[in-house]
Structure formats: structure tokens, C-alpha cells
T-cell receptor, first 115, second 114 residues
Framework: DTEVTQTPKHLVMGMTNKKSLKCEQHMGHRAMYWYKQKAKKPPELMFVYSYEKLSINESVPSRFSPECPNSSLLNLHLHALQPEDSALYLC??????????????FGSGTQLSVL | AQTVTQSQPEMSVQEAETVTLSCTYDTSESDYYLFWYKQPPSRQMILVIRQEAYKQQNATENRFSVNFQKAAKSFSLKISDSQLGDAAMYFCAYRSNTGNQFYFGTGTSLTVIP
């Protein structure tokens, strides 16, 4: 199994809603990532978990709250979002750098629209 | 932080021809990884090719090859026999050998002309 699975694929939410994005991988990777991507732009790093601990938080607003319940799962909890938060949210995983190959595996993303 | 520069926002190529996408990076490290990722209209990010800095030999994957010039900090991607399915955004990325962070370039949008 060489996949990163993200759900849902599309999400429309109002500014007062609470929703969660989910990500799962069964490759044994111990680093998991959330990226935000606008059209025609590179992915912007939001959070990195390494061995289930938050290791990088790129000054993301508190309306985004990550959670890593175990080594296979990564969630992104959303609350009181703004229209400018509309974007593609990508989950990714990799081996920590001392592991093999070092590449980043991406999920297919959640296209989020905030109304 | 490392910086990755892609100086060509848009490129086009005739079907069956060859195109080269440019990437330069800035680092003081000697050991690192470099990647090219492809993002077609589906927006799925797909790894095209990977290069380890300690390897002098340029990586190749079928029609895709790189020209890795370590001293010049250059990592270009050559696509041979271009196909319509190669049309996509291409992102160059850098990963240090000492951390989990990846640094992406701004991307090159490739159009393939039939």
C-alpha cells in the first residue's frame, strides 16, 4: 500500500462551521504533513508531525488545529474559517530523513470552499 | 531556510519534442535530496524524479532525466518525446539531510502543443 488517503475530497463550509479533514497512510511513515495550496502556486507548509509529535508549525492561525492520533492518522480541525482559507489542502507523508529514499508521498487533497 | 528558484513560470513544447525546465537552489549543505513533482489538472502531486546530492550520476526515469550540477546548484529536468499527458505544473523541491522540511520552487506550467 503506497497511498495517502484524504477525506473528504470536497468540502463547502460556512464561516461559523466546524469541520475536520482526515488523512491516513499505511506505509509506516513517521513524518506527516499538512500543506495549503492555491491554484498555480506551490504548496505552503502548515504543519509537520514527526513520530506523532508536532515538530513544525508555520505560524498558522489558530482556526486550524492539527491532530495526530496515531502514526497512521492525521487530522486537521477547522473552525471559524475565512473565505481566504479556500484552497486545496494536501496531506503528505515521508520517512524521517534517516530512512529510505526521503521522498514525499501526497494524498489527492481536499478542495475546501469557505462561504 | 533554503530557497528554490524556478525562473520559467510558463513553458510550451510541441508534442514529441524535448523540453528542459530549470531549477536552481541555494544551500550551504553538502548532503541533500532534490525532486521534481508534477501536478496535472487533477491536482494530484506526482513524483517524477529524485536525485541524491552525493550521487554524481544524473537520475533518469524513462523519458525524464535531470542535469544535476552540484557546484552551480542547478537541477534541470529534461522531458524527451513530450506527450499530451505531460501537460502540468512542475515543481522543483529540496530536502535537507537533517530534517523533515521540503522547500518548493514557484512552479513551471508546461503546455504540450499537439
Amino acid at each position: 500500500d503506497t497511498e495517502v488517503t484524504q477525506t473528504p475530497k470536497h468540502l463547502v463550509m460556512g464561516m461559523t462551521n466546524k469541520k475536520s479533514l482526515k488523512c491516513e497512510q499505511h506505509m509506516g511513515h513517521r513524518a506527516m504533513y499538512w500543506y495549503k495550496q492555491k491554484a498555480k502556486k506551490p504548496p505552503e507548509l502548515m504543519f509537520v508531525y514527526s513520530y506523532e509529535k508536532l515538530s513544525i508549525n508555520e505560524s498558522v492561525p489558530s482556526r486550524f488545529s492539527p491532530e495526530c492520533p496515531n502514526s497512521s492518522l492525521l487530522n486537521l480541525h477547522l473552525h471559524a474559517l475565512q473565505p481566504e482559507d479556500s484552497a486545496l489542502y494536501l496531506c503528505a507523508s515521508s520517512q524521517p530523513i534517516r530512512g529510505v529514499r526521503g521522498k514525499l508521498f501526497f494524498g489527492s487533497g481536499t478542495q475546501l470552499s469557505v462561504l | 531556510a533554503q530557497t528554490v528558484t524556478q525562473s520559467q513560470p510558463e513553458m510550451s513544447v510541441q508534442e514529441a519534442e524535448t523540453v528542459t525546465l530549470s531549477c536552481t537552489y541555494d544551500t550551504s549543505e553538502s548532503d541533500y535530496y532534490l525532486f521534481w513533482y508534477k501536478q496535472p489538472p487533477s491536482r494530484q502531486m506526482i513524483l517524477v524524479i529524485r536525485q541524491e546530492a552525493y550521487k554524481q550520476q544524473n537520475a533518469t526515469e524513462n523519458r525524464f532525466s535531470v542535469n544535476f550540477q552540484k557546484a552551480a546548484k542547478s537541477f534541470s529536468l529534461k522531458i524527451s518525446d513530450s506527450q499530451l499527458g505531460d501537460a502540468a505544473m512542475y515543481f522543483c523541491a529540496y530536502r535537507s539531510n537533517t530534517g523533515n522540511q521540503f522547500y518548493f520552487g514557484t512552479g513551471t506550467s508546461l503546455t504540450v502543443i499537439p
